[in-house]
């Protein structure tokens, strides 16, 4: 079924309540997938309240790192691909009567994921399963018939009007090169912010694209004059639960406050006392380059659908206010729906959950929009770098080892191959460290790409002004927790323990992307090029610039060269000595253009990329005529020494092919232009044994 009701409906936190007194749901029980992390805590949370219960009783949630279930739980609230690891082990869902796909208009790729899977283990070995997908702003019918013409409810909720104020006079601003006295995305919120707080009575809820911007407004409204009482609280992943809970919580009995939110704020969260939206149009989003198997963060502006859904945070109480900073002109600009996540993400760790599944073949499972082509086919092609699909495509071994940790394959295969090397707390310590925001980000320092700074404020050597705690927090609990997962003889050692293995870093990160190992290029101050033959750069001055191998573990493709902004140094000895298998050498002759020679030399690649080269001792002639002759084809005929007595030659011998008659010049050759420069190889390679270089061309006799 779907169901399609407007914000504050009671879709999330009535309608599993509801539903779980149905008699053909025969005791059992409930799986509800979430988005968000937050809204899953605060979906079962205000469900557990409901029924004066504590979360973990007959309602509780199942996240990373964060599990509050128990024998007697009925409805689990789940995220984060959990429903996916639920399915893998056991594709029957035994024991579960129904599940919900909540929030789906988001389409991100888990939702995306979990609904072809279930489908699918409902069409072939559940068939009294039932699947609920629920949302606000949806193309109900569109899913309605992927579902097999699945029937539609529509509910109108009780949600109270908002009126709405277009305070911009363009679209939603973009952020751009600083133009002096231009106004920014930041000034322009800040100022609709306090026009609002002047104009309207209630809490005010803020939607901007990222934590850095949510920061910057934060500042500029504490830094001017607010009405008294008035509190300003952010609010977006990252957070600590905590301070999550301080932004969600009533304002205090005569106090105001303004909470600064991502979209993590757009569905599925009544914010007690929210009666007025500004909403900025913005939001940031993860793009995917197949091609280069590199990714980018985009800050781009939003779809009427998502400003349909932020309008409704301001009316599920009361009748609310919402302003937006653009005009009423450019509303009719933007896109109707958001593009799913599915469409623009990297697909490795989806290509591996679906070999797992046993689905070689994506068409045969349904989807709303099937993954693309071009980019199962990148991920599928590092899934097999990574030694998790066999050569016909099926899940290896390995990748099922892979596929039980909740980790991108990446750094799944980097915990699993540190095993043998003996360092799996520094695999732990770096896939935490990469699964979680950046901690200098937020410190002002994430000029430092350096990897192994991350470390030092992880294991507590250092700690610049302004870590994010929270992440911090995370990270050291997501190691431990993927120590305790790991073998024996990791387990046995302390996180702290990554800290001794100075020097493999970079090993590990080479393990987890072979693609982005990379070598200075030659005269190049600060430029690498990449094993999967793309450049790079450093965004800014580094001492890994020094280095003649790295590890570029994250890079910006925006710009011609990707810019790199995370990176660990690599020496070559451990590329020789760990990538072994990898290595394919090679001899080769080739016409060197900017020198005018032909260049002989023994070749060592490592994929795409060239880790060492030796000139030949000895020239294979034949090879050495063959680049000759392609040098001589680019330069064209003009570089032979021609004279005035093989001129000549070749008019009389044209003229005598031309005149004379046919049974004399049968077995003639044509040596005019046209045919000389046509095919010079039937003519010329004979006569350049032992020529390489231009200037040898000067002792043909032509």
């Given at each position: ?212 911007e949510i920061r910057r407004v934060q500042a500029q409204l504490q830094n001017g004059a607010l009405p008294a009482g008035t509190q300003v609280l952010p ?468």
């Amino acid at each position: 079924m779907v169901l399609q009701a407007p914000p504050g409906a009671g879709k999330s936190t009535v309608v599993p309540l509801v539903l779980l007194e149905c008699g053909w749901l025969h005791d059992r029980r409930i799986i509800m997938l979430e988005p968000r992390r937050l809204a899953a805590r605060a979906v079962a949370a205000r469900m557990a309240r409901t029924l004066g219960e504590e979360v973990g009783r007959t309602v509780g949630h199942r996240m990373r790192m964060d599990t509050r279930v128990s024998r007697d739980t009925r409805i689990e609230v789940v995220t984060e691909g959990v429903l996916t690891r639920m399915l893998q082990q056991d594709a029957a869902l035994e024991g579960v009567g129904l599940v919900i796909f909540d929030e789906f208009h988001e389409r991100s790729l888990q939702a995306d994921l979990g609904l072809a899977l279930t489908l699918d283990a409902q069409a072939n070995l559940a068939p009294e399963l039932k699947v609920l997908v629920m949302s606000a702003t949806l193309d109900i019918e569109a899913i309605a018939t992927k579902l097999g013409h699945a029937p539609v409810v529509q509910s109108l909720g009780r949600s109270f009007p908002v009126a709405t104020r277009y305070a911009g006079s363009a679209a939603p601003l973009l952020p751009g090169p600083f133009v002096p006295n231009s106004e920014t995305l930041e000034s322009l919120t800040t100022r609709i912010v306090r026009r609002a707080l002047s104009e309207e009575a209630g809490d005010v809820l803020v939607f901007l694209p990222g934590m850095r911007e949510i920061r910057r407004v934060q500042a500029q409204l504490q830094n001017g004059a607010l009405p008294a009482g008035t509190q300003v609280l952010p609010l977006y992943g990252e957070l600590r639960p905590e301070e999550q809970d301080a932004a969600l919580a009533p304002a205090a009995q005569g106090a105001r406050k303004v909470v600064l939110a991502t979209n993590i704020a757009e569905t599925s969260l009544t914010i007690e006392g929210i009666r007025i939206v500004v909403d900025s149009g913005l939001e940031r989003r993860a793009l995917f380059d197949p091609v280069t198997g590199m990714g980018r963060l985009e800050t781009a502006r939003i779809s009427r659908a998502s400003a349909d859904q932020r309008q409704g945070r301001a009316g599920r109480l009361e009748p609310g206010v919402c302003y937006r900073a653009w005009s009423e002109g450019a509303q009719r600009s933007l896109a109707a729906f958001s593009a799913p996540e599915i469409l623009q993400t990297d697909l490795a760790g989806l290509a591996l959950e679906l070999a797992a599944w046993g689905a070689i073949d994506a068409g045969t499972l349904t989807w709303l929009d099937p993954p693309p082509t071009a980019t199962l086919t990148s991920a599928r092609d590092l899934l097999g770098r990574l030694d998790a699909l066999d050569e016909k495509g099926r899940v290896s071994a390995h990748g099922r080892e892979m596929a039980r940790l909740p980790l991108h394959p990446r750094l799944a295969h980097m915990l699993l191959a540190a095993r043998p090397l003996g360092c799996v707390p520094l695999a732990a310590d770096l896939a935490a460290l990469l699964s979680e925001r950046d901690l200098l980000r937020a410190a002002g320092a994430a000029g430092d790409a350096d990897i192994r700074s991350r470390l030092s404020v992880l294991h507590g050597q250092s700690e610049p002004a302004g870590v994010e705690r929270g992440a911090l927090q995370r990270a050291r609990r997501l190691a431990r927790d993927l120590l305790r997962q790991s073998d024996s003889s990791g387990a046995a050692l302390p996180a702290s323990a990554g800290a001794a293995h100075s020097g493999l870093e970079g090993v590990l990160l080479a393990l987890a992307y072979p693609d982005r190992i990379a070598r200075k290029r030659p005269g190049g101050d600060n430029r690498f090029v990449l094993s999967n033959g793309r450049g790079a750069q450093f965004a800014q001055p580094q001492s890994l610039a020094l280095r003649e191998f790295i590890v570029a573990i994250d890079a910006d493709d925006r710009d011609r060269d990707a810019r790199i902004t995370l990176a660990a140094p690599l020496s070559r000895e451990d590329l020789e000595e760990h990538f072994s298998a990898h290595l394919r050498v090679t001899d080769e002759v080739h016409w060197d253009d900017r020198e005018q020679i032909v260049v002989a030399r023994r070749v060592t690649r490592l994929f795409e990329l060239e880790i060492a080269e030796r000139p030949l001792r000895e020239v294979p002639p034949e090879a050495a005529a063959v680049a000759m002759l392609e040098g001589i084809t680019k330069l064209g005929l003009g570089c032979l020494p021609w004279n005035e007595e093989s001129r000549d030659l070749q008019a009389r011998m044209e003229f005598v092919r031309a005149h004379a008659a046919a049974a004399v010049t049968a077995d003639w050759p044509a040596v005019d232009e046209g045919t000389l420069s046509a095919d010079p190889g039937s003519w010329l390679r004979p006569w350049l044994i032992g020529v390489t270089r231009l200037s040898h061309l000067a002792r043909l006799s032509m």
